[in-house]
C-alpha cells in the first residue's frame, strides 16, 4: 500500500488521478468482498470449533464486522465519485457492489438490533410456565460441558435487562404460546412427535414412551448454536392428548425469538398432522 501511494505521488498530475482511481478501486473490491466473507468465517469458525463464541461472534461478527461494512460503504461512495470526476469513467460496478454490500449488511443488522429490543431479552420459552416441563440427564449431561451455559432452572428465573420473571415477559410477548390439546390418544401423539422431530433434523437425546417425554437438540446452520427442547405427551382431563413443549438456547441471553417460533412452528405443524390424518 506505502509503494502504491509513492508512486502515486510521483506520477504525472493527469497519470497520478488514473492510478489513485485504480488503487480506490482495488482496495473497494477487497473489502466489498471481505466484509460479507468475514460473517461467513466467524460463523464457520464458531461452528467447528476453530474459534470460541466470543471471539467469532463477539469480536468478529459484531465489532470487526461492522468496521468492515462501514468502510465499503465509504470507499463505494468515494470509488463512485472518482469514477464520475476522473476521465475516463470507469469503475462504477465496484462502486455500486461495495454500497449494495454495505446497505444490505448494516440493514440487516439494524434490523436485528430492532428485532432484539422490541422482544424480551429471554432464551426459555415454554407452553406451561406453572408445571414447567424439566430436562432430564440425558440433556442436562450435556450442556454441563458448555461454557457460560444457560441455566435450565425455569422457576424464578428473570431477564437480565429488565430483571422480571421470564414466565411474565414470555406472557406478554408471546400470549399465543400455550399447551396443544389434540383427539388422538397419548401412544399416537407420541410416534407422530417423535416422527415430526426425526424429520426437522434435531438431535434427539432421549425418548421414554412411558413417561411421555421427548428430548433432543437443535442446531442452528449458522454458528452451531444449540437450543435443547422437551416435549410431554400425556392424556387431557376431558379426553384426547395434552402436548407441552420447552425449547432453552444453550448460550446467550437474547434468543431473537427463535424459541418461540420453534415452539410455535412445531406445535402448528403437528395440529396440521392431526387434522390431516
Known sequence: MTNALTEIDHAPKGTRRLKLRKWVLKTTLVVAIFAPLLFVIAAIGVKFGIWGVGFGFGTLTLKLGPIMLFASGFLGVLSLILACV???????????????????GIGNMMSLKAKAQR??????????TQDVLNFTAAIIEQRAKVKDVNTSDYVGKRDNREDKLVSVLQSKAYPKISPLVLESAPDVVFAKVELMVKKMGWKIANTDAQAGLIEATDTSFWYGFEDDVIIRIRPSIGGGTLVDMRSLSRIGQSDLGKNAERIQSFLKNLKTTEVSS
Request: glycine share 10%; proline share 7%; no cysteine.
Open 119 to 128: 422482544l424480551p431479552f429471554i432464551h426459555d420459552v415454554t407452553t406451561d
Open 86 to 104: 476522473i476521465k475516463p469513467r470507469r469503475g462504477f460496478w465496484a462502486a455500486g457492489l461495495a454500497l449494495i454490500v454495505a446497505a444490505g
